[in-house]
């Protein structure tokens, strides 16, 4: 028989680039990249190749599943597709007859549907749909999208750069786009720019910059409002942007700064004064050709959210914001594209303390149900009623600060979650704590329609399909929603009339030229006729000044007379569309935050030291967290092709720090985290000695460390989450996963 090859995303990270499969014989030879993919331009990772694990995986579920036991016992008895679903769904109509919808929770780990679980949720009547944004990059989306508006993601011109200032991303190896992005760099790097790079530690990325600067963790906010200083005292900035594009004056942006000297910073940070002030001028020289890049590094800590916003800043102060070679944007939804068929159910009126916790509310304004660190600390405290809990392609014990400890005890606590359902394809630590389990279908086995934000500066739609029928009774997740919709009741659906989740994304797809054919032909559409989106925010609008229904005011914000909407800016004499904010200019400004939050909280950007880092002992040390160019957080170490290559997550401690307590190669040490109460969780860890990390800092990969999940990840390595309190950036909601105070101790 002829080997088929059938495009279709990969989606064993969140990068999901285009993908064909060679099948013959029912079996998948190879996976290799589509070269029509905008991104990858036709190349692919390691762990793309090594998705072919997944399929073949000998510890797959692959029926439904009761347990038999109590919960967290690991007893199962299988059962139908029928008795789950007539099951759950008593479960469900019984919420819904007594008006308690809200008490349904839908709890996912990587939702890349575009909109499917969102509509399942809509339809019954509950805001309860929960991700771990706040745990991946909450900080860093929330101040993007505060800061213009348009979008929630950088997506630099990186091929036409001249010079890259990168804090804290190591897009070599794990950043979402990783793989073109790493493309579009080499090949503006061998065309003579210049990459910098801040990290705590020597990752690939760092190891590939034409510098690397090793930063104390959490300052890298104070760094950029000290280059900020520089640029502005020398007169280095773009008055132009700075005047007409941004909500503060010239004289405003360099009040602020002023306090910001390199001196200060260099006694927080450790980088040279002299290094900012020759940063500050390298950077300034290259714009428009200059851009910023960001990733945990900045963003994972208690100050994220103000540390990416002044990252934006200097952006804004060369003016490289939307310039070809600069920081550029283009959303990455493929709604936008292809707008999801309807009918669409209404969104749901009541919120909860788990989809708007009030202790967040600038996030709930921005980026409602986002918010990750709060949900098991509610749930606990009992701020909200869970009655049903819906677990779809995530694994909170394993995952969540904190998760094999007390999230775990959340989830075997019946009187806090009554009922748990988990959707998975592998038997992970979430499974374990369930009462019932339905099989789902890996990405190579189901359909979507999906994109990132394309480094072409395009709008595309790419196509998930099956390469391979699912195994023994899995099901693709639209499929399974799908049934529990419909045996629901006749309200929830007629949203969903739809046979299946092929039937489904046929006419979603209605809306490409040539429709599903052509996708399931090439696996990718790329609107080409769209221009690159070098400086969105002067695109043209349908609106003229001269037009009578129009007004101007004297910030040139224009507006319809009727019903004073927002329409764009004025500029050149004509009404441009301007940044997607409320006065269509970059903040440097946010009065919100204050007014929100209700506090002190500054409305510019600002350093915050973090406290726990002030007056570090002697034998005290900050833990941060990384990633491995082979694996996708925890999700790949049941992968064998992966695990191969990296099979264990050692600590990474500087010779100075390991002589201090006499650690050697090949000898564990303990870690233990500092001033928790009651006994303090600790790790017992092997060392990787190297003077590729900050002397202040141990790292270790967030990789492995699991107790369930089968036979090719269990019981390898370590995991850190024990170790990690629930601590969260009180302005942009996120994780601060990199701010944990550890004491170290030799193992005798």
Known sequence: MAVKHIPTMCLNCSTVCGMIAKVEDGEIRKLEGNSLDPNSGGKLCAKGQAAINMVEDPDRILYPMRR???????????????????????????????????????????????????????????????????????????????????????????????????????????????????????????????????????????????????????????????IGHVILRDRLQNDHFIQYWTNASLNEWKAYYQLYTPEWAEQESGIPAIKIEEIAHAFASAAPRATTITNRGTHAHKNGFYNEWAVLCLNALVGSIGEKGGWCYIPGDVNLSVPQPGP???????????????????????????????????????????????????????????????VRDVLLDEDLIPFHVVIDAFHSEMVEVADYVLPDATFLEKWDLDARNSYELRPYVGLRQPVIPPPGECKDIRDILIALAKETDEEMAKYFSYDNAEHFIRVWAEAIPGG?????????????????????????????????????????????IENDQVIGRQWNGEIVKGFSTPDRRFQFKLPQIGQLLKSDAPITPVYRPIKEHKHLGKNEYILTTFKWNVHTQSRTANQLWLTEIVGENPCWIHPRT????????????????????????????????????????????????????????????????????NWTDDVGGGQSWNDTVVLIEQVT
Not at 516 to 543: C, F, H, R, V
Not at 547 to 556: E, I, L, N
């Open 68 to 226: 038999s036991g109590p919960r967290g016992s690991g007893k199962w008895e299988r059962i139908s597709w029928d008795e789950a679903i007539k099951a759950i769904t008593q479960q469900f109509r019984t919420l819904r007859k007594q008006k308690r919808p809200e008490e349904m929770v839908l709890l996912y780990g990587r939702d890349r549907t575009n909109g499917f679980l969102e509509r399942f949720t809509h339809a019954f009547g509950t805001p309860n749909k929960l991700g771990h944004r706040g745990l991946c990059s909450l900080n860093k989306r929330m101040a993007i999208r505060t800061v213009i508006g348009d979008t929630d993601w950088d997506t630099p011109d990186f091929s036409n750069s001249h010079y890259i200032l990168n804090f804290g991303s190591n897009f070599y190896e794990a950043h979402q786009g990783h793989v073109g992005m790493l493309a579009r760099v080499s090949e503006a790097k061998r065309n003579g720019a210049r990459l910098v790079t801040f990290d705590v530690r020597l990752s690939n990325t760092a190891a590939q910059s034409d510098e690397w600067l090793p930063i104390f963790p959490g300052t890298d906010g104070l760094v950029a409002l000290a």
């Open 344 to 406: 669409l159910p209404p969104k749901p009126r009541v919120q909860t303390e788990l989809s708007h916790p009030t202790e967040l509310p600038f996030v709930n304004q921005v980026y409602p149900r986002a918010a990750s660190s709060t949900i098991f600390p509610y749930i606990a405290q009992k701020k909200a009623s869970v009655d049903t809990l819906l677990s779809y392609y995530v694994n909170a014990p394993m995952s969540w600060p904190e998760g094999p400890t007390f």
């Open 516 to 560: 599903l054919e052509q996708l399931e032909e090439n696996g990718i559409w790329e609107d080409k006729s769209q221009p690159k989106a070098y400086m969105p925010y002067l695109q043209k609008t349908t609106y003229s000044t001269s037009d009578s229904d129009v007004k101007t005011d004297d910030k040139g914000i224009a507006r319809l």
């Open 658 to 725: 390991a002589e201090l307590y006499g650690i050697e190669e090949a000898q564990d040490f303990k870690i233990l985290a500092r001033g928790r109460e009651g006994e303090s969780p600790y790790m017992i860890v092997k060392p990787v000695i190297t003077e590729a990390i900050h002397p202040r800092v141990l790292a270790i990969s967030a990789s492995f460390g699991h107790w369930q999940y089968g036979r090719t990840a269990k019981n390898k390595g370590y995991n850190p989450n024990p170790m990690i309190p």
